[in-house]
């Protein structure tokens, strides 16, 4: 595995570059939103990952530019909601994402659940795809799209006359820690070069005081924040945590100056099924 920092990126299948380190703004109050945006980046983050669903990308994209940081060194993600998962909604959502943010581009733009039937998912893909087209966003993908969901996508980018029309899909962002695994969707991605990213990294700091962190916190003097955000890194994952609490946004990116063995991340394999969030991977296809 080559070394990790803090300045660590992935190529995405799109060609542009993703920061495995991002800042999630998921449940920030807007009014809260710029201000500890900004502490992030300041503190070394450079991706900030937001939703239209969020109601924070407005404050959210302010305060990440506030830093002071190029904007061509920053990386910043929305999402289409579950209700607006259709091609003339998912166009609309795209047009307002840049109004609020101001950004003459979103880097990374994702549908953020597998709903609205067959005709609205790729409806919604096709919106994407096309707004990647006149340039309003760079990298395209989904969120908590199961197995049957990427099959159901994968087919009808087969389907298409060409790569621009069919589109790249460069991520697929789910709930990923070691209560959640999700082999069967990772294994899907991985040998498509799709980038996984995980979210609820942190499983919403239920797992804290659980057996299996307590000999790593101990062994590595590290957080049992830390152990869990390292395995997602070592897994290949982009990373995902969230706080508004400045030392532990500082916390969060302290997870360089060690390393899980083999041993440690085999201790950390459940084999177990426990969302601690929504789980839309499990979702019908008629849903």
């Given at each position: 595995?080559?070394?990790?920092?803090?300045?660590?990126?992935?190529?995405?299948?799109?060609?542009?570059?993703?920061?495995?380190?991002?800042?999630?703004?998921?449940?920030?109050?807007?009014?809260?939103?710029?201000?500890?945006?900004?502490?992030?980046?300041?503190?070394?983050?450079?991706?900030?990952?937001?939703?239209?669903?969020?109601?924070?990308?407005?404050?959210?994209?302010?305060?990440?530019?506030?830093?002071?940081?190029?904007?061509?060194?920053?990386?910043?993600?929305?999402?289409?909601?579950?209700?607006?998962?259709?091609?003339?909604?998912?166009?609309?959502?795209?047009?307002?994402?840049?109004?609020?943010?101001?950004?003459?581009?979103?880097?990374?733009?994702?549908?953020?659940?597998?709903?609205?039937?067959?005709?609205?998912?790729?409806?919604a893909w096709k919106a994407l795809v096309e707004a990647v087209d006149a340039g309003k966003v760079r990298s395209i993908g989904v969120s908590n799209y199961g197995v049957h969901h990427l099959d159901e996508l994968e087919k009808w980018q087969k389907e298409q006359k060409s790569e621009k029309?069919?589109?790249?899909?460069?991520?697929?962002?789910?709930?990923?820690?070691?209560?959640?695994?999700?082999?069967?969707?990772?294994?899907?991605?991985?040998?498509?070069?799709?980038?996984?990213?995980?979210?609820?990294?942190?499983?919403?700091?239920?797992?804290?005081?659980?057996?299996?962190?307590?000999?790593?916190?101990?062994?590595?003097?590290?957080?049992?924040?830390?152990?869990?955000?390292?395995?997602?890194?070592?897994?290949?994952?982009?990373i995902l945590p969230k706080s508004v609490t400045p030392t532990r946004i500082e916390e969060n990116k302290e997870l360089y100056d060690f390393e899980l063995d083999a041993e440690d991340m085999k201790s950390l394999e459940t084999g177990v099924y426990e969302p601690c969030a929504w789980d839309?991977?499990?979702?019908?296809?008629?849903?």
């Open positions: 595995m080559s070394k990790l920092s803090i300045k660590s990126t992935l190529r995405l299948k799109s060609g542009y570059d993703i920061p495995v380190l991002g800042y999630g703004v998921y449940q920030t109050p807007a009014a809260e939103a710029q201000a500890v945006t900004t502490h992030a980046i300041k503190s070394g983050y450079r991706h900030v990952d937001s939703a239209t669903v969020y109601r924070n990308e407005q404050p959210s994209a302010a305060g990440m530019l506030a830093a002071g940081i190029p904007r061509s060194e920053l990386f910043f993600t929305s999402k289409v909601p579950p209700k607006d998962i259709s091609y003339d909604a998912a166009k609309k959502c795209v047009d307002k994402s840049l109004e609020a943010t101001g950004l003459d581009y979103i880097d990374l733009y994702l549908l953020h659940a597998p709903y609205g039937g067959k005709e609205g998912r790729l409806g029309e069919a589109g790249l899909l460069s991520v697929n962002q789910i709930e990923l820690h070691p209560w959640l695994a999700r082999p069967d969707i990772v294994k899907w991605c991985q040998e498509r070069d799709v980038v996984l990213e995980a979210y609820s990294p942190l499983v919403r700091a239920t797992r804290n005081e659980d057996p299996l962190l307590k000999p790593l916190v101990k062994k590595h003097g590290k957080t049992p924040t830390q152990i869990l955000l390292r395995w997602g890194l070592q897994k290949g994952f982009v839309p991977t499990v979702a019908g296809l008629e849903s």
